[in-house]
């Protein structure tokens, strides 16, 4: 398997990201199989938490991050239960998001401007702004029964389940400008996708609107999702591409190890 194909979308510098700012990165592009990776990775992490009658409440993609190499991971982080929370939330993400940015030696982005947006090194598009997208993402992971005023905003298994189908839609759905993302996240309210992933992606299209059903009941279970032909007609797909990462995972510590002992040997001879 090629590099370009693995490890192309993560970021470089094998520094994270999050999951936010990885689905909205100026000029992504929808590899079928690397977005059911990134999917079944964050439906496990949830699966984990339900196994453990644990309701994660905020699955939400900058809860999420995302390795070079696209192994996402989760984070944890307080769900908001009011908008003053949710402002306290998004300013402490911004600075996670320009922290990791920061610090990463090799980055395939850069900032733009006041910490809205971030620039594409390669493509020279500028994203979306990342404090107005956070500030809205509460929003749109909020499930209908949560929306209609329940007031506990614990959530529950099928508040996640909805979430998941969220997740599942913006992976699959890139926008070339901020009006068209915030009209079809709108849309999604209403279970009305774009006209494009019905013709490309009908399967996932369908999936994704079994996992946004009105009625938390509707909804599948964790292990309905996690046992699909969805997922599972694509599993030897994904073992490969599993395989792949932790190999190249394994020769990057190697890598790592290498040059400790090199740069160590080096010092020794130093101080002869």
């Not at 470089?12 to 990775?41: A, M, N, Y």
């Not at 490969?240 to 020794?268: H, P, S, V, Y």
Request: hydrophobic share 35%.
């Amino acid at each position: 398997m090629e590099d370009q194909e693995m490890g192309s979308s993560g970021g470089g510098g094998g520094g994270e990201i999050s999951l936010r700012e990885w689905l909205d990165r100026p000029g992504r592009t929808v590899d079928r199989v690397e977005c059911l990776h990134v999917f079944r990775q964050v439906a496990d992490a949830v699966g984990l938490a339900h196994s453990q009658g644990v309701v994660v409440a905020n699955a939400r993609p900058s809860c999420f991050v995302i390795s070079s190499l696209n192994r996402v991971s989760f984070i944890e982080s307080a769900p908001c239960s009011s908008s003053d929370d949710c402002d306290d939330d998004v300013s402490a993400s911004v600075s996670g998001e320009s922290s990791r940015r920061n610090s990463k030696e090799h980055s395939s982005y850069e900032e733009y401007g006041d910490g809205g947006g971030v620039v594409s090194v390669e493509t020279g598009k500028k994203g979306f702004p990342l404090k107005q997208i956070l500030m809205l993402e509460y929003e749109w992971y909020t499930s209908p029964e949560e929306g209609e005023g329940s007031g506990s905003g614990t959530g529950s298994f099928a508040s996640d389940i909805y979430r998941l189908g969220v997740i599942l839609f913006e992976i699959f759905c890139t926008f070339e400008s901020l009006d068209e993302k915030l009209k079809s996240m709108s849309n999604l309210r209403h279970r009305v996708l774009p006209p494009q992933l019905l013709l490309k992606w009908s399967k996932e299209a369908s999936f994704c609107l079994w996992l946004l059903h009105p009625q938390p009941d509707t909804r599948p279970r964790m292990s309905e999702v996690l046992q699909s032909e969805f997922l599972n007609g694509a599993k030897i797909m994904l073992e490969e591409r599993e395989a792949a990462i932790k190999l190249k995972e394994k020769i990057e510590d190697q890598e790592l190890l290498l040059e400790f002992l090199l740069n160590l040997q080096r010092k020794k001879r130093r101080n002869c």
